[in-house]
């Protein structure tokens, strides 16, 4: 009904705003009609007219790029403190024709969690935080809107031998992280995140809690890597906590092109998706000074996370990879919780409560883009993506080895295709600040020329890519309606043929196709071939 008076409105061209305001006067007044009475939702709505919009607003949005005075704005942010919220959400946003964006740690790299084309509501999961960790079961709830930080410092303060596979920025949200497939430096000995996932409470299309066992197990294999936002809000997540040592042991090396670094990444492509498990190398081009004054070069970190103790680790990389020449000086020996601050870039000596911190703001702008590689990059190559990341100037690339337990999972165990046979992922970045006085469009362009450049030496037909590094340049669809042959563009390249049976569980259990964004699943793609 609502819906069909707003067209009417849109069609006799009265303005869109006043379209909106009917409706979402209607809709905030629906709310309160599927909320147990005993948990309101009144203060859970932020209107744009409130004190708090702005601030809710902003506290996650992680990309200054989506902040700007043009970005669409949402009509309402409904920042649910109770499951009921959530399901009113829903519901409500259903029947009155309202798009809803689902936002927990706020990181899409599109900001597709909080800006939309047409009129839209935030459904936002921060206040969900509750992590309950059970040792002896070796597992644990987490909820939506909690943090990997939060995660991780709670892990450990129930366990020292415990930990969890997944990402490294501590900021990052449960929400989108693990539905997006979720990895980090503990993926070569236990895989991603969705491979130690084992059950989910999410709320349906119609308003309904369900878990594993109500879901089926379609719907609970399409949540493990074919992002939540297109089959329901997803509450919380059950993982399966794995064994790691007391002590594990990180290192940091960097070597210059002068230093050799081409050589050194030449090789690290041949050996570190065939390493022992326990050792996971990642590497870092970066851009740096060089020797003369003005002048630019490439710097290559080589990040090194060891499930073990340095002593183990020095006669291993001496006998595989020798060209790194790590020392013992460069290796620390720290608990499983003291590497999750290494890798994320903490001073050392920062006390671990950092984690459990949720910085409001943002100071950066950025872009990232993905690629997957199958076959080494001659050193000819490398030499080209060095020139190509100096032309893109404020930039990094991060070079992530597969192989070990990633290579023993079948490509369908989970939407996420790319198992056995991947070398290596790649993360193209490039970050500004505001005072760095870059042009959006200009930088983000560099970007896309660069990705152009690369396209010789990465996947083909698909060219591939990760759906946790949402990228929009690799096909996307309007707001308000997906178009079956662009989502197979995409489609193909984030799940390959997993994309279908993704399709057929959307056909199911969204048949309407009410959760939908620019790079949402269809409800069931017509010609399979
Ligand atoms: C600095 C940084 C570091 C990163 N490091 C890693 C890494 O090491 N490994 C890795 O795998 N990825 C990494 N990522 C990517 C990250 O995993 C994805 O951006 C992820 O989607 C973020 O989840 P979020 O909840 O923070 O984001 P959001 O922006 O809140 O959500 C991302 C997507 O998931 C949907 N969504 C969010 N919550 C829910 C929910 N409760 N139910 C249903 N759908 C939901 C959103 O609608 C959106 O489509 C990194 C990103 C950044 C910015
Ligand atoms: C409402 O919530 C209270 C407390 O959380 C609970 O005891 C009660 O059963 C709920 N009522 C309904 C109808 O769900
Ligand atoms: C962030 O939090 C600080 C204090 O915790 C507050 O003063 C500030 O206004 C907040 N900023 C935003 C954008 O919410
Ligand atoms: C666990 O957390 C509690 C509360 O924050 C704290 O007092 C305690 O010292 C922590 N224990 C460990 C082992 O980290
Ligand atoms: C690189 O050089 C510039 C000046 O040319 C200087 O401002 C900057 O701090 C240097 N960066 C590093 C990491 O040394
Ligand atoms: C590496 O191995 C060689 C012989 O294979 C040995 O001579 C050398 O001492 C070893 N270096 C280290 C650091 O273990
Ligand atoms: C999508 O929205 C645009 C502008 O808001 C409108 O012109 C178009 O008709 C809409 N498409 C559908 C399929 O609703």
Redesign the pocket.
């Known amino acids: 009904m609502k819906v069909s008076i707003c067209f009417i409105i849109f069609i006799i061209s009265v303005s869109l705003a006043a379209c909106d305001d009917s409706t979402l006067e209607s809709f905030l007044q629906c709310l309160p009609t599927h909320v147990n009475s005993s948990n309101p939702i009144a203060k859970a709505i932020h209107k744009p007219s409130d004190p708090s919009f702005q601030s809710t607003l902003e506290a996650y949005v992680k990309n200054l790029r989506f902040l700007t005075p043009t970005t669409p704005k949402p009509l309402a942010i409904i920042a649910a403190t109770h499951e009921s919220h959530v399901q009113a959400t829903v519901i409500c946003a259903k029947s009155h024709g309202l798009q809803i964006r689902i936002r927990s740690g706020g990181h899409d790299f599109e900001g597709l969690s909080y800006t939309s084309k047409v009129p839209f509501i935030i459904l936002d999961m921060f206040n969900f935080r509750k992590i309950v960790v059970q040792p002896y079961q070796e597992a644990a709830w987490v909820e939506a809107g909690a943090t990997l930080g939060e995660l991780y410092y709670q892990i450990a303060n129930q366990s020292s031998i415990h930990a969890f596979p997944a990402g490294i920025c501590p900021t990052v949200g449960t929400g989108g992280h693990f539905s997006g497939g979720g990895y980090g430096n503990l993926m070569r000995k236990f895989g991603l995140s969705v491979d130690n996932i084992d059950d989910a409470r999410i709320v349906d299309a119609n308003g309904r809690i369900l878990d594993r066992r109500t879901m089926g197990e379609d719907l609970f294999w399409a949540l493990r890597g074919g992002g939540g936002a297109s089959f329901g809000v997803i509450l919380s997540w059950r993982i399966k906590l794995v064994r790691i040592p007391e002590k594990v042991t990180v290192f940091r090396v960097g070597r210059t092109l002068e230093q050799g670094a081409t050589d050194i990444v030449y090789r690290w492509q041949e050996v570190a998706p065939e390493l022992d498990n326990d050792l996971f190398i990642r590497v870092m081009p970066t851009i740096?000074?060089g020797t003369r004054?003005?002048e630019k070069t490439i710097q290559v970190l080589f990040i090194g996370m060891f499930l073990g103790k340095t002593d183990r680790l020095l006669p291993l990389i001496n006998k595989s990879f020798p060209e790194l020449g790590l020392q013992r000086k460069d290796c620390e020996e720290v608990s499983w919780i003291e590497s999750t601050l290494f890798w994320a870039e903490f001073p050392k000596g920062t006390p671990i409560d950092v984690l459990l911190q949720r910085p409001n703001t943002t100071l950066f702008f950025s872009k990232g883009k993905s690629d997957y590689v199958k076959d080494v990059i001659p050193k000819s190559g490398l030499e080209a993506i060095w020139k190509s990341m100096l032309k893109v100037g404020r930039m990094f690339m991060q070079f992530n080895p597969y192989g070990g337990r990633m290579s023993e999972l079948a490509e369908t165990s989970s939407p996420f295709p790319h198992r056995a046979g991947y070398r290596f992922l790649i993360l193209y970045s490039t970050d500004w600040e505001e005072k760095d006085g870059i042009d959006t469009e200009k930088q983000v362009n560099l970007l896309r020329e660069m990705y152009d450049a690369t396209a010789p030496y990465m996947t083909k037909e698909p060219r591939e890519a990760f759906l946790n590094y949402r990228d929009l340049d690799i096909g996307s669809n309007p707001s308000n309606h997906t178009d079956f042959k662009t989502s197979k563009v995409y489609g193909l390249k984030y799940f390959k043929k997993n994309f279908f049976r993704l399709t057929e569980v959307k056909a199911r259990v969204d048949p309407d196709n009410f959760f939908n964004h620019e790079q949402s699943i269809p409800p069931r793609y017509a010609n399979h071939n």
Do not use: R, S, T
Request: glycine share 24%.
């Open positions: 740096a000074n004054k003005g």
